[in-house]
């Protein structure tokens, strides 16, 4: 053991963090998840503890100790090498064993290295949040969006989940259309659909009452977990709707950075899927924008090809495909992380 | 002392509660101000708190006791006579020492009669949340918006705010037009702007990145502090083109409540003032909608009415006058609560 150099790239993802482990040939041999890994959403601590998990899973399941680790690249949103939490994350690192480099990269970058080794091309990510980006020699040099729950992420999951939101509250206070949302989002919150036009105070039903009172005492990006009920509603047409102007802000954010033709590798669930929101963002990118498309599960394998970029194995299509074969094979083989599309969430 | 029967009439707002004690015939005799009793915005537990606070405050003010107290109506968002918090400001209050009879209004009928004693008419607020109402026999018949600043909100402070946000990261970003309010808002968060263009991570000036870091630092309702950089930027076509769609926005507020033609009360810093989000708002209402249009710095006067007929006494024009008139005079004399306008807030 220890005799040649293992590497871990991990992905700090919204909902869930992904570790790789790696060896210099490209071959995934371990794997590890932990929890939410977004410095900004779940904050830093919580991120760092994430990492942390996810690394010693990996290493855990591949038989492999903390000191065989001679490079560690953590793909977290807007963290940096001089940030806050770098320091923090490289002591606690260091008190799980590891003694070797860590690095820090973009999780968006992540991504686009899951979909494609081509070192120019974009990405767009619809997930909870959402955002678009432009890689030149193997960089972000352009980025759209991506400004959280609060200023942006037009398109994302939150940003469905919302419009849902207010579309039901619309319905229900007789100021816009009839939606078939209604009732399904009142019963995804508890609300009883009996009598949900009966009246209330200030002459407003109390089922609106209940349903604002609800939302207010949820966390605001919970607001995502309504962007499913869209998408089982893709016959309705106020659903049909938000799913449409979902598409066309993620084309738009992506026509921000677009330049020369490239590989568009596609993340999150948002996009993932053909659909209405897939409709209507080609419609509204057009043809001959971006060579071909690649819908990736998450940042996991670009994370790790990341981390062997950093120990010195530039990144290359034969190096991508050897490692996400072996990284599924891995994954597959531990019970406690189904495929993504399997569990039915979107997000 | 006690001989006659004393009222106490509180207002919770977003910002200030205030408390109005008045003698049957409508005199002020007794005035109290204390943080912010909002339960929806500040939670249950600090808005019955400060109502506590103030009606101590105005009782103590008057010389008098609260024993000598026989009605208090709190004027509160949301709050019923059997929502959570009723119950625990009954008992707090009879610890202060009050055994009389506890009501319940909305703090926006308070502004309503605060404003005029017509038992039919309309209340547009905008402060830092907005909301419309229809007033028929005295009581709230028909209410629009006031759904809170992450579900509606159109035309609050909050929401221009908001938008001020929006535009600056747009202006940073090259996304959208240059704007004057850019230097503002940098300068208001504490952003050096020298060199606000200079480029940092992924593509994107390092004022971006500072900016937006600054704002998911605070809560989201402090949005609503940047609302008085558009209104110091009128001359600015991106601050312009945003007060005139909040103005715009309160109108179709209040057309969604019109019926017969009746008095207008406004309440909160946004519309309160001449300049474009006022004449937006009138532009887009029409002439002939509304009757008079009465602006009102808050619901103190109106707490005290309601609290006045809770305890029997009718609301009439010249109680209305009369009330106004005393509390006025009790609260010069209170150098704790300065006018609203002096303050230059807006909120």
Redesign the interface.
Known sequence: MGHDMLMVGVDGGGTATRAVLTTRDGSGIGYGVAGRGNP?SAGVEQAIDAVREAVRAAVASSGRAMSDVSVIVACLA?Q?ASGAGAELLRVRLGEDGFSGTLGFE?D?LATYFSGTAADSGYAVVSGTGACA??VEGGR?????DG??W???DRGSGYWIG?RV??AV?RDL?D?GPATGLTPLLLEAVGIDPFGIRSPG????PVAL?QL??A??ARA?IV?SSFAPLAFRSVDDPVAADILRRAGEHLADSLV??LADRGPLVIGGGVLSRPGPVRAAFHRRLGDGAVREVVPVDDGAVGAGLLAMRAGGCPIAQDRLGRLAETVAHVRRSLVHDPPPRASGAIL
């Not at 972000?140 to 759209?144: H, N, R």
């Not at 105070?201 to 407003?204: I, L």
Request: proline fraction near 3%.
């Open positions: 900004i807007g940096t973009s968006l980006i432009r972000i040099v352009a980025t759209a400004l959280g609060l200023l942006g919302q939101a207010k509250i206070d100021a105070a200030e002459g407003r009452e604002v009172a939302l207010y605001p607001l921000a950075v």
